[in-house]
């Protein structure tokens, strides 16, 4: 899928939040439908068939996390989740229901161009052998159900951290610089500070590793970046 070539649901009851995030992702040429309430957005859901939802977790008539599960077991459909709430336990809530991402109220409209272009990207066709389950050690990762398991307990990763992780042990052994990550996995022309490849593999490296402060697989190649390094079950 070519960016900007999405059909996007936004649900959000807030007027003001639904508008602005309504006109801003039609400027950039994605089909955009709305909706204010779980009733209609399950309706326009059914009739748009759309990409990616836009879901607020707060909606007059229904959780977010619950319509997230719901048009999910309908469809393969992507879901961001909106929400003013920043506690670790609504995100994990949020991720459990099958979330693909999560924005915090509030946010910059450049960040949520960000996170859409990076969620409709994973709509890419993938060659056979890049569909073929990766296991190291303990760990397993599926790309084609976005799965990571460790010791076959599933490990709940966010979008972004699920594909950092498969894009590095897919290619054991290379060393990555931080600018050639964030081209290859955020793919889009990032201005802001690469320092948050640092801050995302932190995040994988306490879900994964059995002590970050000896990683067994991100390893940190000094003044340089990041290789995956482990020895792959046969």
């Known amino acids: 899928m070519h960016m900007g070539s999405g059909k996007i649901l936004v649900v959000d ?5 639904r508008n602005l995030i309504f006109r801003f992702l039609s400027q950039k040429s ?27 977790v707060n909606l007059p008539d229904a959780l977010g996390y619950n319509l997230c599960e719901e048009m999910q077991s309908r469809t393969d459909v992507f879901i961001l989740m909106l ?10 809530e949020g991720f459990l229901k099958g979330a693909d991402d999560y924005l915090t109220k509030p946010f910059d409209l450049q960040e949520l ?14 060659t056979t052998s890049e569909k073929q389950p990766l296991t190291f050690k303990n760990l397993t990762i599926d ?10 307990s599933l490990i709940m990763l966010t979008a972004l951290e699920f594909d950092i992780l498969h894009f590095l042990a897919s290619r054991p052994g290379r060393v990555w610089r931080r600018d050639e990550l964030i ?10 500070d690469q320092r948050v490849v640092d801050v995302h593999i932190g995040q994988i490296r306490k879900k994964i590793e059995l002590d970050i402060t000896e990683p067994s697989f991100i390893q940190t ?8 390094e482990a020895v792959q079950e046969s």
């Open 13 to 17: 009851d807030d007027p003001a939040v």
């Open 30 to 56: 994605y089909q955009i439908e709305a909706a204010a309430d779980g009733q209609s957005a399950l309706k326009a859901f059914e009739n748009f068939n759309p990409d990616l939802v836009i879901l607020d």
């Open 83 to 92: 929400t003013s709430r920043a506690d670790a336990a609504d995100k994990k």
């Open 113 to 126: 161009e960000y996170r859409v272009k990076a969620i409709l990207k994973r709509q890419r066709t993938v």
């Open 143 to 152: 790309p084609v159900r976005r799965e990571v398991k460790i010791n076959n």
């Open 183 to 192: 081209q290859n996995i955020w793919d889009y022309e990032y201005v802001g």
């Open 221 to 228: 190649v000094r003044g340089v970046g990041y290789k995956f």
